[in-house]
């Protein structure tokens, strides 16, 4: 009778080396453009809560642009609905590399970090419905809770100076490339109340020019593409769907393929040529005009007790993780993949924990679901509140196991004939010997592999 075979993957294994490469090649741009986030976020909150308090709102009410063309818009408006576009073009650039030449093509390698990151945003959602509900409230923020800032998270990292291991760097990316691609769908089809139908037309018609010009004619130069953009951008805002749309529209128009070129793909020089304006200049100024809370005793008495406000901030602090943490463990059960060996659940709970630290797009999305400024202050209190608390969760779970995540780190950088290639890739790739005993350990035990090269969850960079 022959023995059914089964697919044992490894969930957290390794990186391969050019993925590994590539995600700490973006990781330097995205852990610099973390600490601007944190500066910038502390720089509004110390701004609003001081006599300054007036100067600031001066500054994010200040309205400028052509009103011709219905672009006299606020400072915040300006980075929100502009500054924005900008992380959601790198965003949908990193996203369609991974559709094309990444772990998401290769469905059996994606599903364990998709599935994850699926129910870490269901789970949050379903969790501030529950919360606001149950308390008399309402749906409306149900979609706040739902976004991972990988910035702000790479940023705590870098503060609190953690060797967390590439695979669960990797994953925590995977979390927030989802999260993306979930946020930009939710904005399109729930934060869009009339529609100008010339405008859109416009848009529509200015991204088939877009793709036309980069993909079929092989266009180069960014003076043909910087007024084109700028144009879509423009038509897609006047037409009621939310501008950054246009952004992630962008990215996923460009191109992946070789096609004989060298060097990076087109869509991976593109992200990396913009990544550093988005991290270190889009983000960060977004930050400082929607964290600008008053934060005061009745405004945190508010958010505990009120439903929605509430609902936020334990769709974070908690939903995250339980959300992250169940649909891994499923899927790894049902699934029957195996935990890398090296790790443990306790770093699945604190990367999930991390991951509930919701910055910038939850403020973008509150914002939206929340146009009345007093519910908005709540909300953003909550953002806050809820943010901060798994941030420091996160930070004791995961100092508590650094000193195994620096053997790891060490591990995975040793270099010791110094020819650029860490030692541990060199070993994994040579082939055993013909006559080698045969592992004869069994499917189901703990840590098992038979990949012989584990696959690597999918990457995002540029956050």
């Not at 294994?13 to 500066?39: I, K």
């Not at 996203?95 to 094309?100: F, M, W």
């Not at 970090?113 to 409230?137: K, N």
């Amino acid at each position: 009778m022959r023995r059914r075979s089964r697919s044992n993957r490894t969930f957290l294994g390794r990186l391969p080396l050019p993925e590994r490469t590539f995600v700490a090649d973006a990781l330097r741009t995205e852990t610099v453009g973390g600490m601007l986030l944190l500066a910038a976020a502390a720089t509004a909150l110390v701004w609003a809560n001081t006599p300054l308090r007036d100067a600031y709102d001066s500054v994010r009410d200040f309205h400028f642009g052509i009103e011709a063309l219905g672009l006299d818009l606020s400072v915040a408006h300006w980075t929100a609905d502009g500054l924005l576009a900008i992380f959601f073009f790198v965003a949908g650039a990193e996203l369609k590399r991974e559709l094309v030449v990444g772990e998401l093509r290769h469905p059996g390698t994606a599903a364990l970090p998709v599935i994850a990151a699926a129910c870490g945003m269901a789970v949050p959602a379903l969790v501030y419905g529950l919360v606001a509900t149950s308390l008399g409230g309402t749906w409306n923020g149900w979609a706040v809770p739902m976004a991972t800032d990988i910035a702000f998270a790479l940023g705590v990292l870098a503060v609190i100076d953690t060797h967390l291991p590439s695979a669960l760097r990797a994953f925590l990316l995977t979390l927030a490339v989802v999260d993306d691609l979930g946020a930009i769908i939710v904005i399109a089809l729930f934060y869009t109340s009339t529609i100008n139908l010339a405008a859109l037309i416009g848009a529509v018609l200015g991204l088939v020019l877009f793709f036309h010009l980069h993909d079929r004619r092989r266009v180069h130069g960014w003076y043909w593409y910087l007024p084109l953009a700028l144009a879509i951008w423009g038509l897609m805002y006047n037409s009621g769907v939310h501008a950054t749309v246009a952004g992630v529209a962008m990215g996923l128009l460009l191109r992946v393929a070789k096609d004989g070129e060298r060097g990076r793909r087109p869509a991976e020089q593109i992200a990396h040529l913009v990544r550093p304006v988005s991290a270190a200049v889009a983000v960060p100024l977004f930050a400082l005009f929607a964290a600008g809370v008053s934060v005061t005793g009745d405004t945190l008495k508010d958010v505990v007790s009120e439903p929605e406000p509430l609902g936020v901030a334990l769709g974070l602090a908690a939903g995250k993780v339980l959300g992250i943490f169940g649909g891994s463990y499923l899927a790894v059960r049902f699934t029957r993949a195996r935990l890398s060996r090296d790790l443990a659940w306790a770093d699945v709970i604190a990367v999930a924990m991390l991951a509930g630290i919701g910055f910038t797009v939850s403020l973008l999305i509150g914002e939206l679901a929340y146009p009345n400024p007093t519910d908005l202050k709540h909300i953003k209190a909550a953002v806050l509140l809820g943010s901060l608390a798994s941030a420091l969760l996160a930070c004791l779970l995961l100092r508590l196991r650094n000193n195994k995540y620096r053997r790891l780190y060490e591990e995975e950088n040793r270099d010791e004939n110094a020819d650029g290639i860490p030692d541990i890739y060199q070993h994994a790739d040579s082939s055993p010997p013909q006559n080698a005993p045969r592992n004869t350990q069994q499917p189901d035990s703990p840590g098992h592999d038979d990949s012989g090269g584990p696959p690597a969850p999918i990457t995002r960079r540029g956050r």
